[in-house]
């Protein structure tokens, strides 16, 4: 915790949560709460309140990302569509076809722009029209995580090469290459101002990352197994991690848990 002017960090443990033995995708803030989406057995994703760990929402579609402000929720369907929800499930989901196959993706907080991962790609998309804007080759092994700056003008993508790399969306071009972290990334997320991510790894532990220039500000062990989703509070004073077993996992990752720090 502690301040963007602060010259010190330190992480420690506020509040953790035990949930269902359910694989936690996503995490982010909406209004005053942390929601949380995890998948089931079938082809849906649960929408949990953090701090109660009771579901209030079902959708259908999987690997479930949501936009930074929290209001939406995309999910990727059996089909190969892709489906953007209202986080409150107040009105029914925009449904974006002609995409092509992937298992990755996020979606811009004015759900006008999606981002697909595949292996070591990175490609824009004109979520209305499903017109391909460009296609980025940035690394040699398969990219997992991905999330737009607060503007949408930014986007952080990390993967198996254990670093972080921040592009232009308008353009593709990488702006930075980060400072090798302790895993493979699998989750990341942008402060309100835009000036760090947090970044969960492979190992267990969260860093956090300079937006200006990849450089860690810190890092800590945050689970026993895979860190599979970071958010920040609004005010950037606390980051939520969650962890928990994937089918690609090793059989002694820990059951899905939730800390906040």
Same mark, same amino acid.
């Given at each position: 915790?502690?301040?963007?002017?602060?010259?010190?960090?330190? !992480?420690?443990?506020?509040?953790?949560?035990?949930?269902? /033995?359910?694989?936690?995708?996503?995490?982010?803030?909406?209004?005053?709460?942390?929601?949380? /989406?995890?998948?089931?057995?079938?082809?849906?994703?649960?929408?949990?309140?953090?701090?109660?760990? &009771?579901?209030?929402?079902?959708?259908?579609?999987?690997?479930?990302?949501?936009?930074?402000?929290?209001? @939406?929720?995309?999910?990727?369907?059996?089909?190969?569509?892709?489906?953007?929800? =209202?986080? @409150?499930?107040?009105?029914?989901?925009?449904?974006?076809?002609?995409?092509?196959?992937?298992?990755? %993706?996020?979606?811009?907080?004015?759900? &006008?722009?999606?981002?697909?991962?595949? *292996?070591?790609?990175?490609?824009? +998309?004109?979520?209305?029209?499903?017109?391909?804007?460009?296609?980025?080759?940035?690394?040699?092994?398969?990219?997992?995580?991905?999330? +737009? $700056?607060?503007?949408? &003008?930014?986007?952080?993508?990390?993967?198996?090469? /254990?670093?972080?790399?921040?592009?232009?969306? @308008?353009?593709?071009?990488?702006?930075?290459? %980060?400072?090798?972290?302790?895993?493979?990334?699998?989750?990341?997320? *942008?402060?309100? =101002?835009?000036?760090?991510? /947090?970044?969960?790894?492979?190992?267990?532990?969260?860093?956090?990352?300079?937006? !200006?220039?990849? @450089?860690?500000?810190?890092?800590?062990?945050?689970? &026993?197994?895979?860190?599979?989703?970071? !958010?920040? $509070? !609004?005010?950037?004073?606390?980051?939520?991690?969650?962890?928990?077993?994937?089918?690609?996992?090793?059989?002694?990752?820990?059951?899905?848990?939730?800390?906040?720090?």
């Amino acid at each position: 915790d502690g301040s963007p002017a602060a010259t010190a960090w330190r !992480a420690r443990a506020v509040a953790t949560t035990s949930v269902p /033995a359910r694989m936690i995708q996503a995490l982010s803030r909406h209004e005053d709460r942390i929601v949380m /989406a995890m998948r089931t057995a079938m082809d849906q994703t649960v929408l949990c309140d953090a701090g109660s760990s &009771q579901p209030y929402a079902t959708l259908v579609g999987h690997g479930p990302v949501f936009t930074f402000d929290g209001k @939406n929720v995309m999910t990727i369907c059996d089909d190969h569509t892709l489906k953007v929800w =209202d986080t @409150n499930v107040s009105s029914a989901p925009w449904l974006i076809e002609g995409l092509p196959e992937s298992g990755r %993706g996020v979606v811009s907080s004015d759900a &006008q722009r999606i981002i697909t991962l595949g *292996w070591g790609s990175v490609s824009m +998309f004109e979520s209305e029209t499903g017109l391909q804007r460009w296609t980025a080759i940035i690394s040699r092994g398969f990219l997992r995580a991905a999330a +737009f $700056s607060p503007d949408s &003008q930014l986007a952080v993508v990390g993967g198996r090469d /254990a670093h972080v790399v921040i592009l232009d969306v @308008n353009t593709g071009r990488v702006l930075v290459t %980060g400072t090798a972290l302790s895993g493979e990334v699998r989750s990341l997320a *942008w402060s309100s =101002d835009g000036q760090r991510i /947090a970044v969960g790894t492979v190992d267990g532990k969260a860093h956090l990352v300079h937006a !200006a220039d990849g @450089n860690t500000i810190l890092s800590w062990t945050a689970h &026993q197994g895979p860190v599979r989703c970071v !958010a920040f $509070s !609004a005010d950037g004073s606390m980051i939520a991690t969650a962890s928990g077993k994937g089918p690609e996992d090793p059989p002694e990752t820990v059951n899905p848990d939730c800390v906040i720090r």
